[in-house]
């Protein structure tokens, strides 16, 4: 389990991304690949005024997890995207029940483009781990909204750019670096959202993934038997990303953030 004071074990080959889903499964839940599964998708979708009369536009949908979770609690029809074509084909099977509800469609960060002035909010997890830049998100976002849209805006954030086990980390989870809070922050306004709220989320997903761990030990143990030889690979790169992006919270030099703004129109 990932315990921020525990040594890096010896450099694995890193776990390439096709082999993370069934790992995050476990730790996260169904076609979740970020900490607090269902539990922290729908406490982030309630803080947009969701119905069954809204689209909600969903960046960064892992394998459908997410989606699932809050077209399930919200009713809401979910218009989701995510880059990885791994994490659509996982998440093509148990997406099917709610078809219509539910879309899972690619998305291209380096030039983000989606249905114009469709959805009334958008929620964003993540979104900038697949790749490209806060200035080009925004600007792609802005026309896929109805007038009076708001968004939840999940991200890392860059504190210290020299900070140890930094690159080694980056790797792991197949990124570039992050970018800094100011420069999201910036690329929002600049774009036309005006920000309300601001929230430091990492102790939350500090004690997410401590949790998550702790279940898949013990679920682990319970099994009596350890996993396969390239499981167990898989398993320790995976162990080794999330003790590193702890150690990088808890240490200040990087931070997840949430965002909750709203574009203003004219």
């Not at 020299?162 to 999201?184: I, Q, S």
């Amino acid at each position: 389990m990932p315990e921020e004071a525990a040594a890096a074990p010896a450099a694995p080959p890193t776990a390439p991304a096709t082999d993370r889903h069934a790992w995050t499964d476990r730790l996260w839940g169904s076609g979740h690949l970020l900490p607090g599964g269902d539990t922290e998708a729908l406490r982030l979708a309630a803080l947009l005024p969701l119905s069954p009369q809204t689209t909600l536009l969903l960046v960064g949908a892992g394998a459908g997890g997410a989606a699932a979770a809050i077209a399930g609690a919200r009713g809401t029809f979910v218009a989701a995207h995510d880059a990885s074509l791994a994490g659509r084909q996982r998440a093509a099977p148990p997406l099917r029940k709610l078809a219509r509800r539910v879309t899972l469609e690619p998305w291209n960060p380096a030039a983000p483009e989606f249905r114009p002035a469709y959805h009334h909010h958008a929620l964003l997890l993540e979104p900038l781990r697949q790749g490209g830049t806060p200035e080009a998100l925004f600007a792609g976002l802005g026309p896929a909204l109805r007038p009076d849209a708001q968004i939840v805006l999940l991200e890392l954030v860059l504190r210290q750019p020299a900070a140890r086990g930094l690159d080694r980390w980056c790797a792991l989870e197949a990124r570039g670096l992050p970018p800094t809070e100011a420069t999201v922050s910036q690329a929002l306004r600049h774009a036309g959202y005006e920000v309300h709220v601001t929230e430091d989320a990492g102790p939350r997903q500090v004690q997410a993934v401590l949790e998550g761990w702790t279940q898949l030990v013990t679920t682990l143990d319970g099994e009596g038997q350890g996993p396969a030889a390239g499981e167990a690979a898989t398993l320790v790169a995976e162990a080794e990303a999330w003790l590193l992006r702890l150690r990088l919270l808890r240490e200040g030099r990087i931070a997840l953030v949430r965002w909750h703004a709203s574009l203003r129109r004219g």
